[in-house]
């Protein structure tokens, strides 16, 4: 079996800074790009950023110069920095890794999310 546990969400005040951490665990091989999702309320599940073993980047327009993603692969980690942080950016925050298990069974995988809300 594989895992994917987010941590790091939680409430911050606009212009301020948050790092998720995502942490796969399991019967995992290798473990090809890493990604972070976002659903707003009312919203449709959207990319926001991602990640190849390796290192090269992507990032949805609406975060480019705020939010940096990066891995660890020796962990199987993924983290998200985000700073600057907008109310537009409040949303559940879901990881997504595209790996091999150990039975060469590829697979896209998904954590639980983990809420992030900007407020004052």
């Known amino acids: 079996q594989v895992q994917l546990v987010e941590s790091g969400g939680g409430l911050v005040q606009p212009g301020g800074s948050l790092r998720l951490s995502c942490a796969a665990s399991?019967?995992?091989?290798?473990?090809?790009?890493m990604g972070w999702y976002r659903q707003g309320p009312g919203k449709q599940r959207e990319l926001v950023a991602s990640i190849t073993f390796g290192g090269s980047t992507n990032y949805a327009d609406s975060v480019k110069g705020r939010f940096t993603i990066s891995r660890d692969n020796a962990k199987n980690t993924a983290y998200l920095q985000m700073s600057s942080l907008k109310s537009e950016d409040t949303a559940v925050y879901y990881c997504?890794?595209?790996?091999?298990?150990?039975?060469?069974?590829?697979?896209?995988?998904w954590g639980q999310g983990t809420q992030v809300t900007v407020s004052s």
């Open positions: 399991g019967t995992i091989f290798s473990i090809n790009a």
């Open positions: 997504n890794a595209d790996l091999l298990t150990w039975a060469k069974m590829r697979g896209s995988y």
